[in-house]
């Protein structure tokens, strides 16, 4: 069974910071591409930021300069460093990442797996 975990979400003042963190567990062989998403109520979920094994990244134009994903493979974590927040980055961040896993007949399958959540609130 593989887990994905959020946490770091809050209410924070437009122009401050959040830091996103997202752990993986379970019978995990291999983290493949990680990546952080968003969705705001009433709208599509939207991709954030993506991030390789190796450690290439791609970021949506709205976020550009303005936030940072990393990632720890020992650790099997995913981090985004949010910082110039603004209102409308205010939305659910959901973490995602393709890992492949053992089962229990001893198999290994890869799938993609997604976290709970976590509110992320830019408001005065």
């Known amino acids: 069974q593989v887990q994905l975990v959020e946490s770091g979400g809050g209410l924070v003042q437009p122009g401050g910071s959040l830091r996103l963190s997202c752990a993986a567990s379970?019978?995990?062989?291999?983290?493949?591409?990680m990546a952080w998403y968003r969705q705001a109520p009433g709208k599509q979920r939207d991709l954030v930021a993506t991030?390789?094994?190796?450690?290439?990244?791609g970021y949506a134009n709205s976020v550009k300069g303005r936030f940072t994903i990393s990632r720890d493979n020992a650790k099997k974590t995913v981090h985004l460093q949010m910082n110039s927040l603004k209102p409308e980055d205010s939305a659910v961040y959901f973490c995602?990442?393709?890992?492949?896993?053992?089962?229990?007949?001893?198999?290994?399958?890869?799938?993609?797996?997604w976290g709970q959540g976590t509110q992320v609130t830019v408001s005065s």
């Open positions: 991030i390789t094994r190796s450690g290439s990244t």
């Open positions: 379970g019978s995990i062989v291999s983290v493949a591409a």
């Open positions: 995602s990442a393709n890992i492949i896993s053992r089962t229990n007949d001893g198999t290994y399958s890869a799938s993609d797996y």
